[in-house]
């Protein structure tokens, strides 16, 4: 019975994935033409879950998932994996059959309490075993847990939300419309890649997916159609280590990572999703979160667990253990081929090796377009002179200076008194890991030290080193100051601690330097950081990101695509006589107009070199991101009257405080739009859901 008990508190804690991506359709028509252009969720999704343990007793588990992946682009975070050129571009590899992603997971009906919250490799081996098959039938008695064997117990634990479920724990595919498997394991778990590809993505964020990886598998056998091929993507997220670096080559079986808990994930596992070429995005998503709304739903969980798109998902995501199942065989003839639709997928394929400590090994970087060519919206590679010829539009003449301009390396003092000891910590609250760090400590008397010293720790405790770690009173001079160093590799904000006989004092919170210009303090740090750990920028080659400088609308355009995860696709089409065909932006331009998120001018150009303005990228944006316009009826800003055609824009802007106003909360809608604005309204479209 304290087995069964355990095992209770156990399952309670299972973390299921909750991926909400979003998939984007064409923008409203609400041309603008003179102008050029036409027109998440992370929620805590709680349930009850009723089972009858022992003779005469009820039990009640109550299930937390909240494993969410946001993306904005969809916006909306999932990580939507933000495809930098056309899948069509990559080249081949052998396809030499398929194996599983993780071959091996703990028994989770032997765990103690406290091996539940080890990693992988703390485990005694004699608890290690080969991943369950994926087998509905037996997941179902798992279900029933007084009946079920061992075996079907495990298997239940392992796949919490089979292909297409619905957050329930209920055993039962095509229930809802999550695109994907979970899979329950450990932190530090191996995850192999299912067949040889090249890596596409690698994902870091701290939101969404966390860390992930994309493999393409170009030119494999299409499931759907015998004797033909395609190319599929298989997704790995919420992982804690990435082993692989993008444009690398990779083989079947190869370890590209260890399984983890990171971005929206209340539990240790992996979400394995296989999608198709066809699809808008990678990862898919099979709603907008306009669709959503407009369909009555509360939230992304609950579309989910209504099925919600769940046709879509079937048309643009393979089943990916079936898949794996139909290719194993090493020996494939392309030309017999039959369609698979058992649920009993052998869950040890194949013999492949799961090494405890894992040894990165030589890599292969293919030489891709996106490895040589695309470079991010802030590259110094771009068009030449004369295609960048055509004039700025029209802008406020009054360069109005933000309220919220944001400091820039300017120290900080934060004075704390206790009794009659007041302690200042000067730091301009941010650092670069894996530099060294000062921090000016003053104290108002040095002979208020104690013999003792102050101990000098940082809440990074073992990650940081602090020199000195003491401080006696002989180290302040006469003005009652002295210097501490800090160092470490970490990236995360912490506090420097200080602790004598007054108690535990600590200083304001460092947070990492983004860039050169974009410290730990700067009001668009969160922004950057989003951007940056997504791949859609990577700043100037000096360490800068320049947050004040203008965007043109070619700049806005690539970033506002990236950040929405809508891939630029090569074609030979021209629909503009001023974008050249070697130009860079061209993909960007082409794929945007064939999604009618641009127009262009009557006059048939598309003025790339235009400087774009705050209220042009407003409308681009949430134009891409499909988002929903409010109704108003009073003029949004001072600035921004009811009958301007950027008016539901800057509404829409308002209500979800997308935007830093200027004196007299103005708008400026006509000013050129910084980097740094754009950054900052990119991030904040990303959270919306959330709030």
């Known amino acids: 019975m304290r087995k069964l008990i355990d095992l209770i508190i156990f399952l309670a804690g299972i973390g299921a994935g909750y991926e909400i991506s979003q998939h984007r359709k064409p923008a409203s028509e609400r041309d603008i033409s003179e102008l050029g252009f036409t027109r998440k969720a992370l929620r805590s999704a709680q349930f009850s879950w009723s089972r009858f343990f022992g003779e005469n007793q009820n039990a009640i588990a109550i299930i937390t998932l909240t494993s969410c992946a946001l993306v904005f682009g969809s916006v909306l975070q999932n990580y939507g994996y933000i495809f930098k050129a056309s899948l069509l571009d990559l080249p081949q590899t052998e396809f030499t059959g398929t194996t599983i992603p993780i071959t091996h997971v703990p028994n989770w009906t032997e765990l103690s309490e406290a091996e539940r919250t080890m990693r992988f490799d703390q485990i005694p081996k004699s608890k290690i075993i080969p991943i369950p098959d994926y087998n509905l039938r037996n997941m179902k008695k798992g279900e029933v847990w007084e009946d079920a064997t061992d075996a079907q117990r495990n298997a239940y634990i392992t796949y919490p939300v089979p292909n297409l479920g619905n957050y329930k724990l209920d055993a039962t595919e095509n229930s809802g419309s999550h695109p994907g498997i979970d899979i329950k394991t450990l932190i530090g778990t191996p995850v192999h890649s299912i067949a040889n590809g090249i890596v596409y993505k690698v994902g870091n964020q701290s939101t969404g997916f966390g860390k992930s990886v994309s493999v393409a598998h170009v030119n494999i056998p299409d499931p759907r159609n015998p004797g033909q091929t395609t190319t599929l993507v298989s997704t790995y997220a919420h992982m804690s280590k990435t082993n692989v670096r993008e444009g690398e080559k990779v083989s079947k079986g190869q370890i590209i990572g260890e399984s983890g808990d990171t971005g929206f994930a209340t539990a240790p596992h992996l979400h394995f999703q296989i999608d198709r070429s066809d699809a808008d995005f990678i990862p898919y998503w099979p709603f907008t979160y306009a669709e959503l709304q407009a369909a009555g739903y509360n939230s992304n969980f609950d579309a989910v667990k209504g099925g919600f798109g769940r046709q879509k998902a ?281 999604r009618e998120i641009v127009k262009g001018y009557p006059d048939g150009s598309f003025k790339p070199g235009n400087t774009v303005s705050r209220a042009e990228f407003l409308k681009m944006a949430l134009a891409t991101g499909n988002f929903p316009l409010p109704e108003f009826g009073s003029d949004p800003f001072p600035d921004v009257k009811a009958d301007a055609w950027y008016a539901p824009f800057f509404a829409f802007a308002r209500d979800q405080k997308l935007i830093r106003t200027s004196t007299g909360n103005t708008a400026v809608p006509n000013n050129p739009i910084t980097r740094g604005e754009a950054a900052d309204i990119i991030y904040k479209l990303s959270q919306i859901v959330t709030r």
């Open 314 to 594: 079937k048309q643009y995501t393979e089943h990916p253990f079936n898949f794996i199942a139909r290719f194993s065989n090493n020996d494939i003839d392309l030309n017999n081929l039959v369609a698979l639709d058992d649920t009993i997928i052998p869950g040890v394929i194949e013999n492949v090796d799961t090494p405890l400590g894992i040894e990165t090994p030589d890599v292969e970087i293919i030489d891709t377009p996106e490895n040589n060519k695309i470079e991010k919206w802030e590259s110094t590679e771009g068009p030449s002179e004369e295609e960048m010829q055509a004039s700025a539009p029209n802008s406020d003449p009054t360069q109005v200076e933000l309220a919220e301009k944001p400091p820039v390396n300017q120290p900080m003092t934060q004075t704390i008194r206790k009794g009659k000891l007041e302690i200042s910590f000067e730091t301009d609250q941010s650092y670069t890991p894996g530099q060294n760090e000062t921090i000016t400590i003053r104290i108002n008397e040095a002979n208020l030290v104690a013999t003792a010293g102050i101990e000098m720790s940082s809440t990074l405790r073992d990650r940081a080193k602090v020199t000195p770690a003491v401080l006696k009173a002989s180290d302040f001079d006469a003005n009652g100051e002295a210097e501490v160093i800090i160092k470490t590799s970490s990236e995360y904000p912490f506090r420097l601690v200080a602790v004598s006989d007054f108690g535990e004092i600590k200083s304001p919170s460092l947070k990492p330097e983004i860039f050169k210009d974009i410290p730990g303090s700067h009001p668009y740090s969160s922004a950057v950081k989003y951007l940056k750990d997504n791949n859609i920028v990577k700043g100037y080659e000096d360490g800068t990101f320049r947050p004040d400088a203008t965007l043109n609308r070619a700049e806005a355009l690539k970033l506002i695509l990236e950040a929405n995860s809508i891939y630029a696709e090569s074609t030979d089409q021209n629909n503009f006589n001023d974008v050249g065909n070697t130009a860079w932006f061209k993909p960007y331009i082409e794929t945007a107009f064939k």
